[in-house]
């Protein structure tokens, strides 16, 4: 049914609803949450504006909330323009404004301190937006979706905007579970076709393959032909290799003769990102019309108008302007705001051609683009290297293809000779992105939930998490294969059992025979040792599994760390590596040839000539060299077992090795159920120990420190409420406390090792000692409780905190540091969120009043620029509404 407003509503729109958006917003006026799973562009939106549609209507209020601040700035936009400044609000870590509105815009973790602080906000509220609930799979910040689903009000409805997930139904269930009635829309089906590609690099004959990866649905069969193995096999020593991936330069350039720009291609490395603009600029591409490079500068001097000359220069701002004159851009977190926001500017009007980007561009940011290059398919997480999943490649090809312009979307895979085309063509094909829940109870959920409920209720709020739900529903299912595998197991048994005796120890007995006759190993030095005695020309009989009969030493060599290597010439390969391991005994030189001269090892001709020396040679031996000398007579007493007459014999032992396997995969089934039942609840447990024993705890009270930790929102909660009733942030001036606290905010996240860290003269080298102290006893603490550690402090960023707090100019204060603007700028903004937090709790009113002025001298210049809207004093949030983290 379609009531009269809705199509008020769906005639302000100017287009015609797809069915899941229909079906969406029949949930909305049966007054039912939804969760509205569909792929990136396919309208999401929509329903989370009749939900601001209806609330408007009803009156009461709406909550929009986004992952990030980014996303939140942009909603806010988006909505002001359609409802008006005087209908909608913004909530971030930067800004207050208009918070009485009917309609807010905030970051999730928000929304989640209003719930804990039962804000006076929350009166009124009707429905609240979850935006990208995917993100609750994130490792960092993903559990507070799930803390704003557990307690925001049940008569609250939720609107949950997912990107397509395979378990979307599962995802509804345990929304339902926790508040009641759910509908589950899905899209399947992309607004745009999606074309994948695969682009190949051609020494030999000078020129970029571009191939469809799954022509009618199926790998294409002339892809595996590109893969290094296949390569390698197709040809002789010394060959150089063909393929190679592909340049970025030859890739725009492939685009553009295509007419495949504009086009987004994904690096997953910032500094590569500003390498491959510089590299086209180099090359002279330039892919814009002089109109539209009047249009780029008169949209990028909007956009930097607040900032200075001096910090414009500092950023390189010359240089960045002529990339995008060009039609050339790089879109990252390591960019200050204004250039980034300038980037999405001028690319949405189709005036910048070609961006390179990290993924931090597919989170919701609104930039399609026609065509999407990946040029790797792994990445690297701040710890380690890692494949994409099926999930993020959905993600980051959901940019291909412009709604309303291009009817076709393209997503190309480049060429690498580490990823075989059966991989990248699987990854295309895939449909599997599975949400897995991130949850974990942290000090500060601990606390709060002490604070708000009685002990049963507080592990009952904990067992609803989605987490558990999750590992509930393994555990039924271990459950269920345990029984399947017990049933098998009985079967097995019966079937292993012979009426003429014990299978087993006539098995036992055969082996322990084998075992006695096989020869012992010879050390690997003693090896190693032999092998430093041969010398080019000798013969010895091939190792086994490095082909048959006798191989001539070509050359003995010595690498770093002392491993020995032998490249030997034989049957049936050209040149055979050997090393101690390859070998079992020490290696019997059997004979001895005189090699070609010129010695060109390379060459076949020289390679042959060394193969039929070989075979004409007279050899003392041709036992092989890792063959074991005759068996004993003496079998052992297991030929005379009773159960070695047994007919059945062969079907005995197959199903007595069943039954080890089964006894096996029975016990590590118990052990990964014993871990998954109750999980979270024994966390919890385990938290509240060390809270008692640190004093924030008092039986089921709360302490004076553990209130102060309730109202502590960040990854270090304890160790900063600690260094707070410690006394360790006291009786600093704003600069010092700065350097301090930016210890707790700052993470070293490069594969590179972090420089020696400097302190100006004054307590901040030593504050910061005391707080890493502090933390070496908590993370005993938390090991011996089996908890995961807490960060200790970082003063990587203490000293350029310091620095701008105390009124440095940009150009000096980033002076000789391996920082660009934008992780300035981001690791500033995510030290000022901290102090104006420390600003509202700190128990020492000097120490509160210290922060806020901290606060207030980090905020100027370029930090203050790149907030793209007017901001308000921290103070205007209401008590324990702490910006995000």
């Not at 009269?4 to 769906?10: E, S």
């Not at 509205?36 to 009461?60: E, F, I, N, W």
């Not at 075989?420 to 449909?431: K, N, Y």
Request: glycine share 8%; charged share 25%.
């Amino acid at each position: 049914m379609t009531f009269p407003d809705r199509r008020a509503f769906i005639d302000e729109l100017g287009f015609t609803l797809d069915p899941f958006q229909v079906s969406a917003l029949d949930a909305l006026d049966a007054r039912r949450s939804v969760l509205v799973a569909a792929p990136t562009g396919s309208g999401k939106t929509v329903v989370a504006d009749y939900a601001v549609h209806l609330t408007l209507r009803d009156g009461g209020r709406v909550f929009y909330t986004t992952p990030i601040k980014a996303l939140s700035n942009q909603k806010y936009g988006d909505l002001v323009r359609r409802h008006g400044p005087d209908q909608v609000g913004l909530l971030t870590g930067d800004n207050a404004i208009n918070s009485s509105a009917p309609i807010v815009v905030m970051t999730t973790e928000v929304l989640r301190n209003m719930l804990y602080a039962r804000s006076d906000a929350l009166t009124a509220l009707r429905w609240v937006v979850l935006d990208e609930v995917h993100y609750l799979q994130d490792p960092y910040r993903g559990p507070v979706w799930e803390e704003v689903i557990i307690h925001t009000a049940p008569e609250v409805g939720l609107v949950c905007l997912s990107a397509t997930v395979s378990n979307a139904e599962e995802v509804a269930e345990w929304i339902r579970t926790v508040r009641g009635p759910t509908e589950v829309v899905t899209e399947l089906t992309r607004p745009i076709e999606l074309v994948n590609h695969y682009l190949v690099g051609d020494r030999q004959r000078d020129r970029l393959h571009f191939l469809d990866t799954l022509p009618g649905g199926r790998p294409n069969r002339d892809g595996g032909r590109y893969d290094t193995e296949h390569e390698q096999r197709g040809r002789g020593p010394g060959a150089g290799r063909r393929w190679y991936t592909p340049r970025r330069v030859e890739v725009v350039e492939l685009l553009a003769e295509r007419r495949l720009l504009p086009a987004i291609t994904f690096i997953f490395s910032r500094a590569a990102c500003d390498s491959a603009v510089r590299a086209c600029l180099d090359a002279g591409v330039t892919l814009t019309q002089p109109h539209e490079r009047r249009r780029i500068r008169e949209i990028v001097e909007a956009r930097v108008a607040d900032m200075g000359a001096a910090d414009l220069a500092v950023l390189g701002y010359e240089r960045w302007l002529a990339g995008l004159e060009a039609g050339l851009a790089a879109h990252h977190a390591g960019m200050v705001p204004p250039f980034k926001e300038a980037v999405e500017a001028v690319f949405t009007e189709g005036l910048v051609k070609a961006v390179f980007a990290t993924e931090t561009l597919a989170l919701g940011i609104n930039m399609p683009a026609r065509t999407v290059v990946i040029e790797k398919l792994s990445k690297f997480t701040g710890e380690r290297h890692q494949a994409l999943t099926p999930g993020e490649y959905t993600q980051l090809t959901g940019r291909a293809g412009r709604r309303g312009i291009d009817e076709i979307g393209h997503a190309i895979v480049l060429w690498s000779p580490f990823v075989p085309f059966e991989d990248v063509a699987q990854l295309a094909a895939s449909r599997s992105f599975e949400l897995a829940s991130a949850f974990r109870p942290t000090y500060n959920m601990a606390a709060n939930l002490v604070r708000r409920y009685g002990p049963d209720e507080a592990v009952e709020l904990i067992g609803r998490s989605f987490a558990q739900f999750q590992a509930d529903r393994s555990v039924v299912a271990l459950g269920r294969r345990r029984d399947d595998r017990a049933d098998a197991l009985e079967r097995a048994r019966a079937e292993a059992t012979c009426e003429l005796g014990d299978v087993a120890e006539y098995r036992d007995l055969r082996q322990d025979d084998r075992e006695r006759r096989r020869p012992t190993r010879a050390p690997e030095a003693e090896v190693a040792a032999s092998l430093t005695r041969l010398r080019p020309g000798d013969v010895i009989m091939a190792p086994r599994g490095h082909g048959t009969g006798a191989v001539a030493i070509i050359g003995v060599s010595e690498r770093r760390g002392g491993t020995i290597r032998l490249r030997a010439i034989g049957e049936p390969r050209y040149v055979l590596t050997l090393g101690p391991r390859d070998f079992s005994s020490v290696p019997e030189v059997v004979g001895r040839i005189g090699l070609p001269e010129p010695f060109t090892p390379n060459k076949r001709p020289w390679i042959g000539e060394v193969r039929r020396r070989v075979r004409r040679a007279e050899l003392t031996s041709t036992r092989h060299a890792s063959t074991p000398g005759s068996p004993s007579d003496d079998d052992g007493s297991w030929r005379d077992h009773p159960v070695a007459r047994c007919p059945e014999l062969d079907r005995h032992l197959r199903a007595l090795r069943r039954v080890e396997r089964l006894t096996k995969e029975i016990g590590t089934i118990d052990r990964r159920r014993d871990r998954q039942a109750d999980t979270l609840p024994r966390q919890f447990e385990r938290l509240l120990g060390v809270l008692e024993n640190w004093g924030h705890l008092d039986g089921w009270e709360l302490t004076d420190s553990g209130h102060l930790l309730a109202r502590t929102y960040h990854e270090s909660d304890l160790l900063v409420a600690e260094c707070l009733a410690r006394g360790i942030l006291d009786g600093l001036d704003p600069p010092t406390l700065a350097g301090v606290v930016a210890a707790f905010t700052y993470e070293h996240r490069s594969s590179q090792s972090p420089p020696e860290p400097w302190y100006p003269p004054g307590p901040m080298r030593s504050r910061i000692g005391e707080a890493t102290a502090l933390a070496r006893a908590l993370n005993r603490d938390e090991l011996a409780a089996g908890l995961g550690a807490t960060r200790p402090p970082d003063p990587g960023f203490s000293a350029l905190a310091h620095g701008w707090a105390a009124g440095g100019h940009l150009d000096d204060v980033l002076a000789e540091e391996v920082i660009g603007g934008g992780d300035f700028v981001r690791n500033v903004k995510q030290l000022i969120d901290l102090l104006r937090q420390i600003g509202h709790i700190a128990p020492v009113p000097e120490t509160a009043t210290t922060a806020r002025q901290a606060a207030e001298a980090l905020f100027r210049g370029v930090i203050a620029s790149s907030s793209t809207v007017p901001t308000d004093d921290a103070t205007t949030l209401d008590e324990g509404e702490g910006p995000d983290e």
